[in-house]
Each structure stands twice: as structure tokens, then as C-alpha cells.
């Protein structure tokens, strides 16, 4: 009964690489979330999928940043040419199809990307 | 905008002292409240929740009540122990269009000496 999985944990990128970030939620779950944490900050909302359609992307920043969650496979989070301040902690969490307020996200390890 | 305020640490106790970790919040709506703990290395794990006025969520000892009078949803444990030790996340989720992202605090860490 495997929970939300994310790879790499770890991921270093020199300045103007792409990185790719992957997810896969839980079983049974079809939503999944991406958030991401800067150092000495709490955790930011970037943008809600459902399977092939991205719901809420708000939080998103407007250029080099890109998510899907295709019917097969894991979501992935892109951000093409990184730069310095990309470096964070991005988290996963996903969750079964909505119920109404409250439905509890699982989340995954994260992935810890570093810029040089 | 909708946002969560928590208390600032770090939070230093000894073996069995009383803890207390204040959040508020400020929404447009009626919020769910949630408490998230990180441990090192891992994900957040949800440790309890409340989705109207005057619930009380619990687990594992810790309690939390929305006090909607107050906006406020502050964490507490009688009796804290060495493994309580971690990053505690304070966050709400709306729930409105469709979205339900949840908006957090910036986290306390708590660290408990024996």
C-alpha cells in the first residue's frame, strides 16, 4: 500500500538546465497537488490536477514553469532554464476525488532541488 | 487574501511540558482547519483537522478547536514527548471553484529534550 511518491529526492541542476520533477499519487487517488517550499518559508500552492486537465494553476509562476498528469503515468512537474532561485523543496500530495471541503491530501517526500 | 498566521519558532520544551502552538487565519469563506507535521526528511502527514466552527480535532494527544469568534485554531499537547519533535504546519483549505489548495502557515519547529 505504497503512499504518494515522488522522484528524485534529490535533484541538482546548473543554472539554465531543465528540471523534472515526477509524482505518482496513491492508489484510488485521482488529484494531484504541487506545492513548493522555500527555505525558512511554508509551503506554497502551485497547481491542482485531475487526470489530463489542470484545474487550478494560480499559483504557478507565468514562465518556465509547467505541470501535467497524463491518463497514464506520473504527474510532472517541469521548470525549463532554472535559475538560483528555483532552489526548494517541491511536494507532491494527491487525494481521492473531491467530497467536499476537507479531503485529506497525502504527501509525498519531496524533492529537494538544488541550483548552482 | 486568504492566509494563515502561526506562532514563530523555534519551539524548545523539556520531557512532559505543556506545548502550545498559535495559528490564526484570515478567509474570505468558511475554511477547513488542518494541522501538518513534517518530520525530518519526510512529507507532511496530516495530524488532525476540523471543518466548522467548534470542532475539536485530535490525535496522538495533540487537540486543536476552531474558534471561529477568534479565527484562530491553536495547537496543543498536555504532555510532550522526545518524538514529538518535528515542523508543525498550520493550514486551511476553501474549497471554492472547484479548487481545494491548501494555504499554510510558514511552520513552528518544535524540538522536545529529555
Known amino acids: 500500500n505504497a503512499g504518494v511518491m515522488q522522484n528524485p529526492r534529490h535533484l541538482v541542476r546548473r543554472r539554465g538546465q531543465e528540471a523534472r520533477l515526477r509524482c505518482s499519487p496513491m492508489k484510488g487517488h485521482s488529484h494531484v497537488y504541487w506545492y513548493r517550499q522555500l527555505p525558512e518559508e511554508g509551503l506554497k500552492f502551485m497547481v491542482y490536477l485531475q487526470k489530463e486537465n489542470i484545474i487550478d494553476e494560480s499559483g504557478m509562476p507565468k514562465e518556465r514553469f509547467s505541470a501535467e498528469f497524463p491518463k497514464e503515468g506520473p504527474s510532472i512537474l517541469r521548470i525549463q532554464q532554472v535559475v538560483r532561485g528555483d532552489s526548494a523543496a517541491y511536494f507532491c500530495?494527491?487525494?481521492?476525488?473531491?467530497?467536499?471541503?476537507?479531503?485529506?491530501?497525502?504527501f509525498g517526500p519531496g524533492t529537494r532541488l538544488t541550483v548552482l | 487574501g486568504d492566509s494563515v498566521t502561526q506562532m514563530e519558532g523555534p519551539v524548545t520544551l523539556s520531557e512532559e511540558a505543556f506545548l502550545t502552538i498559535n495559528c490564526t487565519y484570515t478567509a474570505t469563506g468558511y475554511p477547513s482547519l488542518f494541522w501538518y507535521v513534517q518530520y525530518p526528511g519526510e512529507g507532511l502527514q496530516l495530524l488532525l483537522k476540523?471543518?466548522?466552527?467548534?470542532d475539536k480535532g485530535s490525535n496522538k494527544g495533540f487537540e486543536a478547536t476552531y474558534r471561529k469568534e477568534t479565527t484562530s485554531f491553536h495547537l496543543e499537547k498536555g504532555s510532550v514527548q522526545v518524538s514529538d519533535s518535528a515542523v508543525y504546519f498550520c493550514a486551511l483549505i476553501l474549497g471554492q471553484g472547484g479548487s481545494e489548495k491548501l494555504v499554510f502557515g510558514k511552520g513552528t519547529k518544535l524540538t522536545v529534550n529529555p
Open positions: 476540523a471543518t466548522k466552527a467548534d
Open positions: 500530495a494527491s487525494s481521492r476525488a473531491s467530497q467536499g471541503r476537507g479531503n485529506e491530501q497525502f
